[in-house]
Every structure is written in C-alpha cells, then in structure tokens.
C-alpha cells in the first residue's frame, strides 16, 4: 500500500488546479482498473465511517482490503 500511495502522491503532484474525488467509469479499460473501482466502492463507505468515528485502525484495515487490486493494476 505505501508502494501505491507514494504512486497516487507522485501523480498529483503533476496535477495543476483542484483534483475531483469523481471515477468516470466510461473511461474505465482493463480488467484491473474495473476490479479496483469496484473494491474501492465497497471498502470506502466502511473506511469513512471507521474515520468519521475516529477509529483510524479499523480505517486502515478496510482499506488494506484493496491491496490485492491496486497491486493487481500496479503491474498491468
């Protein structure tokens, strides 16, 4: 995961203006980009409310859940 997210953090350095917390899934072409929205979709509502809480552990372990697919799309 630290692999992925200095990854994420690299990209939007080279983003100018506001990012949009918004997945266009039109745009959306290989098998590993699709599983990764869809992992996301299911571990993020769990993630954010672990958060909103103030349980980061538990937050942190939801997401540890999408080390399989960000992996996955890392060597595709």
């Known amino acids: 995961m630290a ?3 200095k990854r994420v953090g690299n990209i939007l ?3 100018e203006g ?3 917390a918004v997945v266009n899934t039109d745009l959306l072409q290989e098998a ?3 599983a ?5 979709g299911q571990v993020k509502p769990i ?3 672990a958060f909103e809480s103030g349980d980061y552990t538990a937050s942190l372990k ?3 859940a ?10 595709t």
């Open 62 to 64: 939801s997401l540890a």
């Open 66 to 75: 999408l080390k399989a697919p960000v992996e996955h799309s890392l060597i």
């Open 18 to 20: 506001e990012v949009k």
């Open 32 to 34: 590993a980009e699709i």
């Open 3 to 5: 692999a992925a997210n």
């Open 47 to 49: 993630a954010d409310r």
């Open 13 to 15: 350095k080279k983003v």
């Open 36 to 40: 990764l929205n869809e992992a996301l």
